[in-house]
RNA sequence: CGCGGGGUGGAGCAGCCCGGUCAGCUCGUGUGGCUCAUAACCACAAGGUCGUAGGUUCAAAUCCUACCCCCGCAACCA
C-alpha cells in the first residue's frame, strides 16, 4: 500500500533570524501536507538547519561563543517560526548532528568515483576568508569594501565532483518528467542554463579557509564544503544510509525551494543522487518571493518583515491566509502592512467572520440553536482540487473565497429573517426557514473542509460551531477588526 | 544580440498558449437596499482607445514584426 508521501524545505542558513522566506517555505509545504492527509496519506514532513561554514564560525567568534554554541542558539528560533507557522514538521535535521556528519562522510566516500582533486584561483581576501568574484573585484576597485585590503590571486586546491558526467542524465529526467520542475517556467529557465553542460562544482575547502565543518574523510587538509554537507540533509534525516526505513520515503514526491536555489536543487542535488545510484525526487515545487510594496525584502534598506510580528499580530490564520492566498504560489508576491490588514479586516472579518457570526446568530434566534435537515446540493470542488494538484494555493483559495460570497449572497436572496416573520402565523415558515438554515450551516461546513489545508484553525472553529447538529457560538469574535496600519472607518463619524 | 518575467479603468490582478460569446475579478469611490450579522451584508453605477507603431485576419488584449519602459537572475540571499 503506497500511502506514504515526503515532503522537504530548504534548510536554512542559520547566521541570522528567521525571515518570510523561510516561513513561505514551511507554510507551502504545510499546506499540501495537510491538504494530503486529508486525502488519507501519511506525510513525512522534514525541516533543518545549516549550520557550518565560515559565516557561522565568525558570526560565534563576534558573540563569544563556540560555533556550536551559537548555531545552538540561533536553531531555537527557526524552530520557533516553524511552530508559530503551524506546520506539522515531522522531522527537523540539523547539518550538526553527529548522525548527519557521519552519514555525509559516508555519501563522500561513496561518491568516489565522481570526485577528483583540482585547483581553483581566484580574488581573495584574507580578512573576509572568502573568494570573490571577478566583478565583485571589479565593482570594488580591487580592494575589500569590509576590511580595506587588496584582494590577493589565490590558488588553492579543491575537490570536484564531476557534475557535467550527470548533465545527460539530469536533462533526461526533467524533459522525461522523471523529475519534474515545477512551474514551467522555471523548468524553462533551468534547462536553458544547462544547454552547454553542467560544470564540475567546487566542494570542498583548505581545512585553512574553512575550519566548521564535516572533515573531509582521508584528507586531514580539507573540510566539505557546503553542498554535499547541506543537500544530503534530505536522505540523512530519512535515515540514510544506516537506519532502515528511508526507503519507504525516497523519492522526496515534493521539495520545496525559493527561486533562487533552483540550480543547486535541480543540478547538484540530482548529480549528487545519481552518483550514489539514488532516486531524484519526483517533484521540484519553486516558490517566488516576497517583495515589501515592490521592492526586495533586505536588510540594509531596513525593509524586513518578521513573520513572527505578523502571526504575533493578527494570528496564525490570518499569516497563513494572506501568504497563501495574496501571493501567488509560483510567483512573486507582494507585502505591505496596509494591505495585510486590509484583507484580514474585510475578507477574514467581514466576509467569512461575519457570515459564521450571521449564520450562527439566525439559527440561535430562530431555532434555539437547533440546526435542522437539509440536502446539501454538492457543490463543484472540482477547481479547487484542480487547483490543488497543480499547487496554485492561491487560486484554491480564490475558490473557496467565491464560496464565502456566494454564501453571503445567498443569505441576502433568501432572506430568513422575512421568513421568520411568519413563523407563528405560517405553517410553512419553520420547515422553510430550518431548511434554509440548515443549508447555511451546510455549506459553511463544506468551506471548512477546504480550508482544513490553510487555516487549520479557522477549520476547527466552523467544525466546532456546526458539525454536531446544535449551533455552539463561538468564545469570541472571528478576526476582529484591527486598525495599525490604515485608518479606523469608525472613528471617521465621531469627529 | 547573456537568460527570464512583466506593462490591462485610482490600486492590485485575471484573461493571452487554443483569435470572436472579453473587456473580467478584488479593493477603493458614488448611489440605493436590507437589518440576521463584526458600522456588516446585498444590488446597481461611474471609470480602461488592454505600453507604442506597424502587420496578418471578416475579426486582436489575444497571432507576427520592430521599438519604448519596468523588474528579476547571471553559482552559495526563501
Redesign the pocket.
Known amino acids: 500500500m503506497d500511502k506514504k508521501l515526503y515532503i522537504t524545505t530548504?534548510i536554512?542558513?542559520v547566521n541570522?533570524t528567521p525571515?518570510?522566506?523561510?516561513a513561505?517555505?514551511y507554510l507551502l509545504a504545510d499546506i499540501w501536507a495537510r491538504y494530503q492527509q486529508q486525502q488519507g496519506y501519511e506525510v513525512r514532513f522534514q525541516a533543518g538547519a545549516d549550520e557550518h561554514?565560515n559565516?557561522i564560525a565568525a558570526k560565534a567568534a563576534e558573540n563569544g561563543l563556540s560555533p556550536q554554541e551559537y548555531t545552538d542558539q540561533q536553531v531555537v528560533g527557526f524552530r520557533k517560526l516553524i511552530e508559530a507557522v503551524g506546520a506539522g514538521v515531522t522531522d527537523f535535521v540539523r547539518t550538526t548532528d553527529p548522525r548527519h556528519v557521519a552519514a555525509v562522510q559516508y555519501i563522500w566516500k561513496k561518491l568516489q568515483p565522481y570526485i577528483y582533486k583540482g585547483s581553483y584561483e581566484g580574488w581573495y581576501c584574507v580578512g573576509c576568508e572568502a573568494?570573490y568574484?571577478d566583478?565583485e573585484v571589479q565593482e570594488n576597485a580591487g580592494v575589500c569594501p569590509d576590511h580595506q585590503k587588496p584582494f590577493e590571486r589565490v590558488k588553492e586546491e579543491n575537490y570536484y565532483l564531476k557534475?557535467s558526467a550527470f548533465t545527460d542524465k539530469i536533462r533526461d529526467a526533467i524533459e522525461s518528467g522523471e523529475m519534474t520542475i515545477v512551474p514551467d517556467?522555471r523548468r524553462?529557465?533551468f534547462l536553458?542554463?544547462i544547454k552547454d553542460g553542467?560544470?564540475d562544482?567546487?566542494i570542498s575547502r583548505p581545512r585553512r579557509s574553512l575550519s566548521w565543518g564535516v572533515p573531509v574523510p582521508d584528507d586531514p587538509d580539507q573540510v566539505i564544503?557546503?553542498?554535499i554537507d547541506a543537500l544530503a540533509n534530505y536522505i540523512t534525516v530519512l535515515g540514510y544510509p544506516d537506519i532502515d526505513g528511508w526507503q519507504l520515503y525516497w523519492p522526496a514526491d515534493v521539495q520545496v525551494?525559493?527561486?533562487?536555489?533552483v540550480?543547486?536543487h535541480a543540478?547538484?542535488w540530482p548529480a549528487m543522487l545519481l552518483g550514489l545510484g539514488l532516486k531524484l525526487p519526483k517533484k521540484l515545487l519553486v516558490?517566488?518571493?516576497?517583495?515589501v510594496g515592490?521592492?526586495?525584502?533586505?536588510k540594509s534598506v531596513g525593509n524586513v518583515v518578521d513573520p513572527l510580528e505578523v502571526i504575533d499580530n493578527y494570528g496564525v490564520d490570518a499569516f497563513r491566509y494572506y501568504f497563501s492566498r495574496?501571493v501567488?504560489t509560483l510567483?512573486?508576491?507582494?507585502f505591505t502592512w496596509e494591505?495585510f490588514e486590509?484583507?484580514y479586516?474585510?475578507?477574514?472579518?467581514?466576509?467569512?467572520?461575519?457570515?459564521?457570526?450571521?449564520?450562527a446568530?439566525?439559527i440561535v434566534?430562530y431555532q434555539a440553536g437547533v440546526i435542522g435537515q437539509s440536502e446539501q446540493a454538492e457543490h463543484d470542488m472540482s477547481l479547487y482540487h484542480d487547483a490543488m494538484d497543480n499547487f496554485e494555493f492561491n487560486k484554491a483559495m480564490?475558490e473557496v473565497w467565491s464560496m464565502v460570497?456566494s454564501l453571503?449572497?445567498y443569505?441576502?436572496?433568501v432572506?430568513?429573517?422575512?421568513i421568520?416573520k411568519g413563523l407563528g402565523s405560517d405553517p410553512e415558515a419553520e420547515p422553510h426557514l430550518s431548511d434554509v438554515l440548515a443549508h447555511c450551516a451546510g455549506a459553511l461546513l463544506q468551506i471548512g473542509d477546504l480550508l482544513v489545508p490553510f487555516m487549520p484553525h479557522t477549520a476547527a472553529s466552523i467544525h466546532a460551531m456546526f458539525e454536531d447538529g446544535v449551533v455552539h457560538p463561538p468564545a469570541g469574535?472571528?478576526?476582529?477588526?484591527i486598525y495599525q496600519h490604515t485608518a479606523d472607518?469608525?472613528?471617521?463619524?465621531?469627529q
Open positions: 530548504a536554512p542558513y541570522s525571515h518570510i522566506g523561510n513561505m517555505d561554514g559565516k573568494f568574484t566583478k557534475t517556467n524553462t529557465e536553458e542554463l553542467l560544470q562544482v567546487s564544503y557546503v553542498w525551494v525559493g527561486k533562487d536555489i540550480r543547486f543540478g547538484y516558490h517566488g518571493h516576497v517583495m515592490g521592492a526586495k525584502m533586505s495574496h501567488p510567483d512573486d508576491g507582494d494591505r486590509m484583507t479586516n474585510n475578507e477574514l472579518g467581514n466576509d467569512l467572520g461575519n457570515l459564521m457570526q450571521r449564520v446568530a439566525m434566534k480564490d460570497r453571503n449572497q443569505i441576502d436572496n432572506k430568513p429573517w422575512q421568520a469574535m472571528m478576526y476582529p477588526k472607518p469608525r472613528n471617521a463619524s465621531n
